[in-house]
């Protein structure tokens, strides 16, 4: 057996989690050394605490380890997963990112559709609501596309609702996305992501710690939101309940010193009351995607020149409900009847327009265009 082919052996062995791989590599070198190791050598290693967290070999795991060792089995797996197209890189290698080399409890393994994140290209990362609401899929939308225009990576975990959204408006800017999974690296969940799930491996990749077959178990996304959190710079929440996975990826990043960021709400919203606490207790609020360039890229400023281009491109995208809007209010029921526009379709267009400052609400569903 070759040494990745060893490396893949170890990286499977189940309930051998990275900890406990680094403790069998720091005692006996390799991974190769493992496969070869008595079990007397296994139980003296088991008597022994090595690592920092008390990090320790059970009689399961001496087991597990002395009873999975058929080379061509292994052998053969490694081949499989070389002919599907899936990448296989382990901390041994040089092209293993180098920002989650420096977290606690990095993935010795990662599997890869796609391409890995370039090196040294700042990367955002953005979570939020899975059952969102049309303003938080618009502004996940909208801030993705705009840090995507800037060459800034969008990270995200491919779930419904917003992280959806974020890649989506990623990859509509013509910017680079990467999703990682929860489950399996062949295993697209939610299902109705698939579109994103092929699309992202062209403008970016699909990565996972997780061999193909494993199941999306619940468990494995709290453990995913340390790999979403270690890949970026900083963190954006865009709408969190109180208790919330997204407010878990925070807290990851924020422990692992990146920067914060969140999206203001309504006080009477549940959907804000995660992103609202979160800026109560320091992470930058974001209303515009200045607040978030201008700490990502030093000197930014947005130019005439380039917010005159969004203009003309969404006048010309949404010009029939431009058109028909003046200084003098008009009912959203009023605006349907004249954009002949189905209403969930011209309440999209409609909060987008605001969002980007071409239209206002006078009141509740009434709408006059901006000077």
Not at 27 to 51: C, H, N, P, T
Not at 335 to 352: R, V, Y
């Amino acid at each position: 057996m070759k040494q990745k082919e060893y490396n893949y052996w170890i990286s499977n062995l189940n309930h051998i989690g990275s900890r406990k791989i680094e403790l069998l590599l720091q005692y006996f070198g390799s991974s190769e050394e493992v496969f070869k190791a008595s079990r007397d050598a296994l139980e003296e290693l088991q008597k022994l605490s090595i690592m920092e967290d008390n990090t320790r070999i059970s009689e399961v795991d001496i087991d597990t380890i002395t009873q999975n060792r058929n080379a061509e089995q292994v052998i053969e797996r490694f081949d499989k997963l070389m002919k599907s197209n899936i990448s296989f890189i382990t901390k041994e290698d040089e092209d293993y990112p180098s920002r989650l080399r420096q977290i606690y409890d990095a993935p010795f393994a990662l599997y890869v559709k796609g391409k890995l994140p370039p090196e040294g290209t700042k990367a955002l990362a953005i979570v939020g609501a899975r059952d969102c609401s049309p303003y938080g899929k618009e502004m996940a939308k909208y801030l993705a596309g705009a840090a995507a225009q800037e060459g800034i990576l969008i990270i995200s975990g491919l779930a419904r609702g917003i992280d959806a959204y974020a890649h989506e408006g990623t990859l509509a800017a013509g910017g680079m996305t990467y999703g990682i999974l929860g489950c399996g690296i062949d295993i697209c969940y939610p299902k109705e992501n698939i579109n994103l799930y092929m699309e992202m491996q062209k403008h970016g990749g699909i990565i996972s710690e997780y061999a193909p077959g494993v199941q999306p178990f619940a468990g494995n996304f709290p453990m995913r939101n340390r790999i979403i959190s270690g890949l970026c710079d900083g963190v954006l929440v865009i709408e969190a309940k109180e208790k919330s996975g997204s407010l878990i990826t925070a807290d990851m990043g924020l422990e692992q010193g990146k920067d914060i960021f969140a999206l203001p709400g309504r006080a009477t919203d549940r959907l804000s009351e995660g992103c609202n606490n979160l800026i109560k207790m320091g992470a930058k609020m974001v209303t515009s995607p200045k607040d978030i360039l201008e700490d990502f890229l030093p000197g930014y400023h947005m130019s005439n020149e380039s917010d005159k281009k969004a203009d003309n491109s969404l006048m010309a995208g949404d010009k029939a409900v431009i058109d028909c809007l003046s200084l003098e209010p008009k009912h959203i029921e009023e605006i349907a009847i004249l954009t002949k526009l189905p209403m969930d379709l011209l309440m999209e267009q409609l909060l987008l327009l605001e969002l980007r400052g071409h239209v206002r609400q006078t009141m509740k569903n009434y709408y006059v265009i901006r000077n």
